[in-house]
DNA sequence: TATAGGATTGACGTAAACGTAAAAGGTGCG
DNA sequence: CGCACCTTTTACGTTTACGTCAATCCTATA
């Protein structure tokens, strides 16, 4: 059936696929003793830390193009590599527009410089937003600060004093 | 008209009310000569450098509570105050629930020590948050350096290599 | 065969803080 | 008188990254 339906949407089987023991294996207990080249959303999803909505999430925006047995999605190598970028850039602030953008320059044929251009262009823009985002913050926590000591000062001269103006 | 309608609303007109000649100022070149008591949306809209849509927004949810010329608002001081505060509270992050929390306990009869106490806790709480950020953003910024680094030389050594792994 | 576990698609919900019309009313000035 | 300007309420739209059902399906195991 798995080969069938892979014929039918035309995909040459040249790859191996995982045999019907391993695939029995929906309790990802066995790590696979060889090269697991296939896995489900389950085990892609432990394995990263995200969930499985978050998996169909990156997939209905183009960010992951996961093969499938039938219906069920089966991610490679590949998708974990893009996966691992993908995460990345969230943890470095990118959006996942931005992620994709830079993904879809990927030609496995050419050099790549556009898209290591552009990577580079966008991570210069965004490590300015991280800097200014840095020092709004470093300047909250100052005002914040303030305010903390004053409070502080209020209410151990709220014994005597009328209060001053903490708030209307 | 204007007193009729507050008289209406059965609201004492103690207070210093614009007079027909103020009122008229709608082009808020007039800098008021003396204590303008009351604002227009407008005029306070600028004061603070936030939208009409905002001083509406703030007050849909229980943070302003400006008087009223028919259906006119009028700001006074006490909502010159608030907003203060508002916005203050919104630059160390605070949300606008959070706002309002702390401000209800507002008691003009009181030490307000409660409410300070809360302000207090919560101050101290999203401090820890800043921090965390913080340490978020600076962990950012060395990933996403590394990255550029790890760019800027692929792209100088794109002549040779067969490019690595930028992107799958 | 019943059951427990995955997996699928679809689609509404969330959070925050407004933005953006839309339709209409009031007003002093020229 | 009419324009330009200010104001009002109502209400849907925006953004981002998923969360949370809901209804179904498939499958291996006890």
């Known amino acids: 059936m798995v080969r069938d339906r892979d014929a039918i949407r035309g995909k040459p089987v040249t790859m191996k696929l995982v045999s019907p023991g391993e695939a029995a294996a929906n309790t990802n207990d066995i790590p696979s ?5 296939f896995v489900r959303i389950g085990e892609m999803a432990k394995k990263y830390g995200v969930t499985l909505r978050t998996l169909r999430f990156y997939e209905d925006k183009g960010l992951l193009n996961p093969h499938r ?6 991610y490679t190598r590949r998708d974990k590599a893009r996966l691992k970028l993908i995460l990345l ?13 830079m993904m879809d320059l990927y030609d ?3 050099t790549n410089t556009k898209q290591l251009r552009l990577a580079l262009d966008k991570s210069e823009k965004q490590l300015a937003r991280l800097q200014k985002q ?7 926590i100052g005002e914040l600060s303030n305010s903390m000591t004053a409070v502080r000062q209020m209410l151990s001269e709220r014994t005597a004093a009328p209060q001053a103006s903490a708030a209307g």
């Open 33 to 37: 003793e060889a090269g697991e080249e």
């Open 69 to 74: 047995d039938g219906s069920t999605r089966l």
């Open 89 to 101: 850039g969230r943890k470095v602030g990118f959006s996942l527009r931005d992620v994709k953008q």
């Open 108 to 110: 496995p044929t050419g």
């Open 134 to 140: 840095r020092a709004l913050i470093d300047d909250a």
